[in-house]
């Protein structure tokens, strides 16, 4: 029970996280990842709000399990709610500095909080993310590599979201090369016993996504 209230604190927290980081890197106007460039791109096209074009996206991409037979978890549900709620919020709160240093510090924290709430949300073991999942389904169903498939998939959305209008610049450079070493830095750095209460004690820190521990290590927290 006690580890169970754990992991789903560190669920939402987590997914709260990641949500507030998306508002603070749109914020800094300097480039997204490509969802979130394909996000922007969408919203700025149809006027619904950021949060509300995830959250659409995000069930669009659970449609696209069941040709696949992946099985959401109470992680995947929770992900297309808080993620959307939370960058809206986080918008409605920040403002959009003009100063470049600013834009600099807000796009460089954006990215250390998204590997921290990576950490924690991946690490909660309750059911990977719809994008993710769409990846998993994919590599399981194709026997394509995880690095071809998210690498096509995440071409594909970002160069679409950049024809809708979606912002690509630094911070998407910075964020692909960036994301992966960071989360293996905190998986690292966290203290054992908060991994065993989350779930990460039972994966390779050098797994950095819910696909990558799905294909290598059929664990508990997998």
């Not at 992991?7 to 997914?15: I, N, Q």
């Not at 890197?25 to 997204?32: D, K, N, Q, V």
């Not at 992680?75 to 920040?94: E, F, K, Y």
């Given at each position: 029970?006690?580890?169970?209230?754990?992991?789903?604190?560190?669920?939402?927290?987590?997914?709260?996280?990641?949500?507030?980081?998306?508002?603070?890197?749109?914020?800094?106007?300097?480039?997204?990842?490509?969802?979130?460039?394909?996000?922007?791109?969408?919203?700025?096209?149809?006027?619904?709000?950021?949060?509300?074009?995830?959250?659409?996206?995000?069930?669009?991409?659970?449609?696209?399990?069941?040709?696949?037979?992946?099985?959401?978890?109470?992680?995947?549900?929770?992900?297309?709610?808080?993620?959307?709620?939370?960058?809206?919020?986080?918008?409605?709160?920040?403002?959009?500095?003009?100063?470049?240093?600013?834009?600099?510090?807000?796009?460089?924290?954006?990215?250390?909080?998204?590997?921290?709430?990576?950490?924690?949300?991946?690490?909660?073991?309750?059911?990977?993310?719809?994008?993710?999942?769409?990846?998993?389904?994919?590599?399981?169903?194709?026997?394509?590599?995880?690095?071809?498939?998210?690498?096509?998939?995440?071409?594909?959305?970002?160069?679409?979201?950049?024809?809708?209008?979606?912002?690509?610049?630094?911070?998407?450079?910075?964020?692909?090369?960036?994301?992966?070493?960071?989360?293996?830095?905190?998986?690292?750095?966290?203290?054992?016993?908060w991994l065993a209460a989350s779930g990460w004690a039972f994966t390779d820190p050098r797994?950095?996504?819910?696909?990558?521990?799905?294909?290598?290590?059929?664990?508990?927290?997998?």
């Amino acid at each position: 029970m006690k580890r169970g209230f754990a992991r789903g604190s560190a669920l939402l927290v987590g997914l709260a996280g990641y949500g507030f980081s998306m508002a603070v890197m749109i914020r800094a106007g300097l480039g997204l990842d490509p969802w979130d460039v394909f996000h922007q791109g969408l919203a700025g096209r149809t006027g619904l709000s950021f949060g509300v074009v995830t959250a659409l996206v995000g069930v669009a991409v659970l449609l696209a399990w069941i040709p696949l037979r992946n099985r959401p978890g109470i992680g995947t549900v929770a992900n297309v709610i808080v993620i959307a709620v939370t960058v809206d919020a986080g918008l409605a709160l920040l403002p959009a500095p003009s100063e470049l240093p600013i834009r600099i510090a807000m796009m460089l924290g954006a990215v250390v909080l998204n590997a921290v709430s990576t950490v924690l949300y991946i690490g909660a073991g309750l059911g990977p993310g719809p994008r993710d999942g769409l990846m998993t389904g994919l590599v399981a169903r194709t026997g394509l590599s995880v690095r071809l498939v998210r690498t096509s998939i995440e071409v594909a959305v970002l160069s679409i979201g950049w024809l809708l209008g979606g912002t690509v610049g630094v911070g998407t450079v910075v964020y692909a090369f960036g994301i992966g070493p960071l989360v293996q830095l905190f998986v690292r750095l966290t203290p054992q016993r908060w991994l065993a209460a989350s779930g990460w004690a039972f994966t390779d820190p050098r797994l950095t996504t819910m696909v990558e521990c799905q294909e290598k290590q059929p664990t508990p927290t997998c």
